[in-house]
């Protein structure tokens, strides 16, 4: 194994992501950090980086330990990095996931029970509606 690697093909090798063109996208959007900067699919990583990974609501913090750029099986990661997350960013973690749908945007997704009750009562208003007072035809 080498001293160093591709950030994309890292990523991809320790399984932070599924494909390499996702993680090369996530580069590509600024949402991997080495050293403070954002760094492009082509940045090379070295043993002893921390590679921050933005992934909606927090960012994980990874130590390289070793350099690959060949997918490897999901028991042999913790030997190629470390999780160095802190604990703040798992809370804010936990927040989110107890305050329900953070981040939807109106309208997308699935109606809520506000919006179902919303569309129900409208509905059933639009009911009542005499449309024969209307003549239709010239």
């Not at 913090?61 to 060949?70: A, H």
């Amino acid at each position: 194994m080498s001293e160093q690697a591709r950030i994309d093909k890292w990523l991809w090798a320790v399984r932070i992501y599924k494909t390499r063109s996702i993680a090369s996208e996530a580069c590509k959007k600024g949402h991997i950090v080495v050293r403070d900067r954002v760094v492009k699919p082509s940045y090379t990583v070295h043993v002893g980086d921390v590679v921050q990974v933005k992934k909606s609501p927090i960012t994980y913090s990874f130590k390289v330990l070793k350099c690959v750029e060949n997918r490897v099986g999901a028991k042999l990661v913790p030997e190629l990095m470390e999780n160095v997350t802190s604990a703040d960013q798992y809370e804010l973690l936990e927040m989110s996931k107890i305050s329900g749908f953070v981040g939807r945007a109106r309208g997308t997704g699935r109606p809520t029970k506000k919006e179902r009750r919303d569309m129900d009562s409208f509905i059933e208003d639009a009911g009542d509606f005499d449309f024969e007072e209307f003549d239709f035809e010239d």
